[in-house]
């Protein structure tokens, strides 16, 4: 497994759970750490994942992206 992190922003309406659910929703991924702060009306965050490979690493953030409310800085392939 290889960790890989992502930098997200999303809005107060979208919970905590509805981005982990997401995540975890995706095969041969899990979440290694999360930090969230809030900012006003949006919550700014820094996710650590571990995926089994680069492809289930690109199935998250494609899942990622297809939420409107969810924006992501541009990921870093490397991992970590």
């Given at each position: 497994?290889?960790?890989?992190?992502?930098k997200l922003?999303?809005?107060?309406?979208?919970?905590?759970?509805?981005?982990?659910?997401?995540?975890?929703?995706?095969?041969?991924?899990?979440?290694q750490?999360?930090?969230i702060?809030?900012?006003?009306?949006?919550f700014?965050?820094?996710?650590?994942?571990e995926?089994?490979?680069?492809?289930?690493?690109?199935?998250?953030?494609e899942?990622?992206?297809?939420r409107?409310?969810v924006?992501?800085?541009?990921?870093?392939?490397?991992?970590?």
């Amino acid at each position: 497994m290889k960790t890989y992190q992502l930098k997200l922003t999303y809005p107060e309406t979208l919970s905590v759970h509805h981005i982990t659910s997401l995540v975890e929703s995706v095969k041969g991924v899990r979440i290694q750490r999360l930090n969230i702060i809030g900012r006003g009306r949006e919550f700014v965050g820094v996710l650590v994942v571990e995926a089994a490979g680069l492809l289930h690493y690109d199935s998250l953030v494609e899942r990622l992206r297809s939420r409107q409310e969810v924006l992501l800085d541009e990921p870093e392939v490397v991992p970590l």
